[in-house]
């Protein structure tokens, strides 16, 4: 548990950090985390055993991250951790936002490498939106709401939608996607007395389908 616990963490570490822009320490975090969670031995038994220089010990961990682990084990938590999350609070949520578009991390800096994104736009209102939330954690989960929300009618968004939207947040839902069956762009209909597909024409007749199943093309309707 303790090793699968930490590897989790530092891999939220590693994406805080390239959230953050930071070279070279994301690459370092994921290694140990992989390490970890590679290591036949619960870290905080060889932890008891021999203290930090049984956790030092194992390939690949280091003086820093050493003394990490070694707070999780006392503390069950990291206070670099904890104070990465608040610093990168505002990069989360505006990385969060261009997420739920469908932008990665990747594309969202060199969008605003290259100007096609200002980012200091949706730092306002990702800082708002943070404070009219509390937390992180509640700040993105309306934003994943109204973004649900407003995929399912084709509609865009921004953080200042959410805005808009708070007081209505319980009651958002993704407007229903039905698939419904069609042969050659003609409607069917399912008989569940005649237990048979019905085609249904242009001029509302119903036709017995004698095709095969494997005809029937089924589409989304929204």
């Known amino acids: 548990m303790n090793n699968n616990n930490i590897a989790k963490i530092f891999n939220e570490i590693a994406e805080l950090l390239e959230i953050k822009g930071t070279a070279f320490k994301p690459a370092a975090y994921k290694k140990v985390a992989g390490i970890l969670e590679s290591l036949e031995k619960d870290i905080g038994e060889v932890y008891k055993e021999k203290g930090i220089k049984g956790i030092k010990s194992v390939k690949g961990i280091g003086e820093s991250t050493a003394k990490k682990i070694e707070e999780y084990l006392k503390k069950q938590k990291i206070k670099y951790f904890e104070e990465l999350k608040e610093e990168t609070a505002i990069q989360q949520l505006v990385t969060y936002y261009f997420e739920t578009k469908g932008l990665s ?84 209909i399912w008989s569940e007395t005649k237990r048979k597909w019905y085609v249904i024409d242009k001029y509302g007749d119903w036709l017995e389908f004698a095709g095969k199943e494997s005809e029937i093309e089924w589409k989304t309707i929204k």
């Open 105 to 188: 991390l990747k594309e969202l800096k060199e969008s605003a490498k290259k100007r096609k994104i200002i980012y200091s736009r949706f730092t306002k209102p990702a800082k708002q939106l943070l404070e009219l939330a509390g937390s992180i954690e509640k700040a993105k989960e309306a934003m994943k709401k109204v973004a649900e929300w407003a995929k399912s009618r084709n509609l865009d968004y921004t953080i200042e939608t959410v805005f808009k939207k708070w007081l209505e947040l319980d009651k958002l839902k993704p407007k229903e996607v039905v698939k419904k069956p069609f042969y050659k762009d003609n409607p069917m």
